[in-house]
């Protein structure tokens, strides 16, 4: 399992828009992608699970990759972070 760290940059927050690119590249690879806000997890494969995190601008998320081709997707998922949060 890969663990990324990511703090939100954009002043918006994670909503429906970057959400939705996300589940896209989520959506990429086997590999299962959790994403964590404080106490709270959701399925980053899932809008509506991210979504309910309410991710503002500030605050860390953690992303979890496990899958046979988690080396390729951390990657991907931290030059999409980098991107567009």
Do not use: C, W
Request: aromatic content about 4%; glycine content about 10%; proline content about 1%.
């Amino acid at each position: 399992m890969i663990e990324i760290k990511y703090t939100i940059t954009d002043t918006d927050g994670m909503h429906a828009r970057p959400a939705g690119q996300l589940v896209k590249e989520v959506g990429k690879f086997e590999s299962s992608v959790t994403i964590t806000k404080g106490e709270k997890t959701g399925d980053a494969s899932r809008i509506f699970a991210i979504m309910s995190l309410g991710i503002k601008n500030g605050e860390e998320i953690t992303l979890q990759v496990e899958g046979k081709d988690e080396v390729e997707a951390a990657a991907a998922l931290e030059v999409f972070l980098a991107e567009n949060l």
